[in-house]
């Protein structure tokens, strides 16, 4: 298994269907919940440990999941509320080695439930057009919100993989 990528990398169809859509939206929906449970009962040496060779702790992860779910609400109402905005990219590497890194794990996970009731009432509002709606992004260029959806539904269950992957190694 490769430990730096669990699930495989994201990919999809050319086609996104509204089908589609609705599942990748359940999945960002159920993250809190899986995220919580991906992380029951770790003791606090278990979560300063690297799910892989020099990768990021449990903790780390967790705090990084939040970071990226926030960074990418704000880019959606951006997009749904200007044409093409340019977004502003942020260094996750040194977001996860700044101090609120090393917080309890429930403060990360409070926030992403929050955020994340919020992010999906704001995605099963969107109407068909607006999946069309585009961010661009400096390094990689226009972003659909359709495929974004798809992208953080993947990223959730990616940083989640990490995480259950490494239990499953270590035999916690």
């Known amino acids: 298994m490769d430990l730096r990528y669990p699930i495989g990398h994201f990919t999809y169809d050319e086609t996104v269907t509204q089908e589609t859509i609705e599942n990748w939206i359940r999945q960002i929906e159920d993250l809190p919940n ?36 926030m960074n990418s609400y704000i880019r959606f109402k951006l997009a749904l509320t200007e044409h093409n905005p340019t977004i502003k990219p942020y260094m996750e590497e040194k977001w996860a080695d700044l101090p609120d890194s090393e917080l309890p794990v429930d403060i990360s996970l409070a926030l ?11 995605l099963k509002a969107m109407k ?12 990689s260029g226009a972003n659909k919100l359709d495929v974004t959806i798809g992208l953080y539904a993947w990223h959730g269950r990616h940083h989640t993989a990490h995480i259950t992957s490494l239990r499953n190694r270590l035999g916690w």
């Open 34 to 69: 899986e995220l919580t449970q991906a992380i029951k009962d770790l003791d606090e040496n278990q979560l300063e440990t690297p799910y892989r060779p020099d990768g990021w702790t449990v903790r780390q992860v967790v705090h990084h999941i939040a970071d990226s779910h």
């Open 112 to 122: 992403l439930e929050s955020l994340h009731k919020r992010w999906v009432t704001l």
């Open 128 to 139: 068909s057009s607006d999946f069309e709606k585009t961010f661009h992004h400096p390094e």
